[in-house]
C-alpha cells in the first residue's frame, strides 16, 4: 500500500469518518501530552530556568522517534514523501513569529496545545491562556494587512528540508540528529543535577537502552537510503472513469486504475497539439509548457511562453514544479518527437508530480498542425528520431506566426479531451496554518 | 496552597506523570501514525485562527471580506472549519480530558509560581495565550505545527522556528523570573 492514504490527506464532507481520524489523532496527542505533564505551566516553564527538562526531553524525542519512523518509512517506500506536509521556510516570519512565540511561552507558561491538555482538566490558567489565544489570533488577522508582503516574501524558500540546505543525504541528517538530540539528553539531565537538584541514579537505567536503539535506528535509516527513481515510477497509480451509454438506463460509469506504464502504451498522457494550445484558454487550468529538447533547438523555433529545461537539468526543476506553481498547474512536455518528452515524463512522474502530459508527435507535429501554411519553414528530408524535421532560416525562438496562433482563427477545434486536472492538496492551510 | 489540597473530581487517586522518554516516544510513535495515514502532522494553532474566522463569519461577514487574512479561511462560501486542524483541536481537547481523568488530575485549580496570585497568575496566562497565539500565526504553526511536526519532517524553516522560540523564551526567562521561581 501507499502512504499517506489518498482518501485521509484532508478532512471532507463526503467522508464523514475523516472527522473522526482526525478527532483520534487528536485525541492520542492531547492525552499523550496530558500524561506527560504538559497540563501543568510550573513544568513547562521549569524549562526555562534549568531546573525541569521535561519540555525537552518529551518534545525531543518525539521528534528523534518520528522522524526516524518516518525516513525508514520513506526508504522502504512505503511512505510518499512528497505528500507529506512539509513546512514551508519563511526565514523572516518565522524567526519573529518564533521569538514572540518564546516571550508568550514563558509569560503565559503554555503553548497552544499543552494549553488544551491543561483546560480540559481543569486548570483555570490553561483556560484563560486559551481565551487569550483566541484574542492573539484574532488580533494577528486584524493586523496582518500591514504587513502582508513581509509575511508572505521575507525569506521565502518553499518546501526545503535540512539535507537539501547542507547537501547531504537525508539518512546523514537523521543521525545527525539522533546524536544532537542523545547530546542534549545528557545535558539536560546535567542541568536537571546541577540546578534542580534531581538524583540521577534514581532514573531509569532504560533509557540508555532506549538512547541505543535510537541510535541504531538512525543508522539503519542510513543505511537503507532512499528509493531510486524507477521504484516511485512502479509504484505512481492513475485513476481514469470510462462511461458506458446504455440504451434506456443510466449511463455506466466505470473507474479504472492504470500504472504509470499503461498510460503511456494507452497513450492517455498524449495530448494533440490543439488540445495543448486550448489549454491556454481554458480558465480552470494553468498550462506550463516544458521543452526539454537542446538550448539549440529551442532557439530555431519554440512554442511561445515555452520554458526551456534540457532533459539533463529536468531533476534541478522538480523542487520548484513540486511546490511552487499553483495547483491547477498543468505540464506540458514536449521534445521534437516523443521520445525525450517521454523520459522526462517518466522524471517527473516517478518525482510525483502531478497532471504531466506529452505533446502528441512533439514540436514537430505542432509544425505540421499549426504552421502547415508557412513557407519559411521546409519539411527537412533526413530528420532523425526526436529530431526537428524541419528546416529554419534563421532562430527566430518563438517568432514564427505558429508559435502563438491566433485563438480567433482556431476557435473551433476538435480534439478528445485527455487532460483530466488532478487537483493537490491544498498545502496554504496545512500543518499548524 | 489550597488549591493542591483540593480534591480531584469524581474523587479518582492522583497518579504521577509517565517518564518522559517514555511520554515522548508515545508522542513520536502519535505524531508517525499521523504523517504516515494523512500526510499532515499534529497542530492546534490554526484551529484557533479558523474557529475565530468562523465567529467573525457568523456575527461580521462583511468584516470578512475587508480583511485579506480572514478573507483566506473564510471567504466566499469556504467553511473555515472544514480542515483537518479542527477535528485535531477538539480530539486534543477531549484527549486531554480523558488522560487527566483515568489518572485523576480532574480538578479546578491554577498551576503557578510559589511567589504570586491566582490573579495574577491569570492575568500572565492570558497575556501569554495573547502573545503566543500571535506569534503562532505569524511563524504559520505552533510548537506542535512547526517544531514538533516540522521538526520531524526535517523542514529547514522550521528548525529555525523552533530554535527562535527556545531564544525568545530563554531571552526573556529572567526578567520575568519572579513569576515561577
Known sequence: MNFPLPSLVAVSAAHPWTYVLFAVIGFAFGYTLEMSGFGDSRKLAAQFYFTEMTVLKVMFTAIAVAMVLIFGAVGLGVLDFSQVWVNPTYLASGIVGGLIMGVGFIVGGFCPTTSLASASTGKIDGMLFMLGGFVGAFLFGETEKYFDGWYTNAGYYGRVTLDQVFGIPVGAVVVIVILMALFMFWGGEQLERIFGKRDLSKEPKLRVAGAVALFAAAVTVLAIGSPSLEDKYNKVTFTRTETIEQVNADPIVNTLTYTADDMLANRLVFITPAEAFKAKYNQSMNPVYLDVRSEADYNLYHIENAVNVPLDRLTEVIPVLLSEPPANSVFILMSNDEAAATKAWKTLVGSSVQNVYILEGGVNNWIAFFGAEDKALQPAPNAGDDQLGYIFPAALGSRYESCDPNPIEYEALEFEAKIILQLKRDKSGGGCG | ?181
Request: charge should be positive.
Open chain 2, 1 to 181: 496552597m489550597a488549591t493542591q489540597t483540593r480534591k480531584s473530581i469524581f474523587n479518582r487517586p492522583e497518579k504521577a506523570y509517565v517518564h518522559p522518554y517514555f511520554g515522548g516516544a508515545v508522542l513520536g510513535i502519535v505524531l508517525f501514525l499521523a504523517i504516515l495515514l494523512t500526510g499532515n502532522g499534529l497542530g492546534s494553532s490554526g484551529a484557533t485562527s479558523r474557529l475565530d474566522a468562523a465567529f467573525v463569519d457568523a456575527v461580521a461577514p462583511a468584516h470578512v471580506d475587508n480583511t485579506p487574512y480572514l478573507l483566506k479561511l473564510a471567504g466566499g462560501d469556504k467553511n473555515p472549519l472544514d480542515d483537518w486542524i479542527v477535528p485535531v483541536f477538539f480530539g486534543a481537547l477531549l484527549g486531554g480530558f480523558s488522560s487527566g481523568f483515568f489518572s485523576g488530575r480532574l480538578k479546578f485549580m491554577t498551576t503557578k509560581g510559589p511567589n504570586i496570585s491566582n490573579r495574577t497568575r491569570w492575568l500572565m496566562a492570558f497575556l501569554g495565550g495573547v502573545i503566543f497565539l500571535y506569534g503562532a500565526r505569524m511563524a504559520r504553526g505552533c510548537t506542535s505545527g512547526q517544531a514538533l511536526s516540522g521538526g520531524a519532517t526535517l523542514s529547514a524553516g522550521s528548525w529555525v522556528v523552533m530554535f527562535a522560540i527556545f531564544g525568545g523564551a530563554y531571552g526573556v526567562a529572567y526578567f520575568v523570573r519572579k513569576y515561577w521561581l
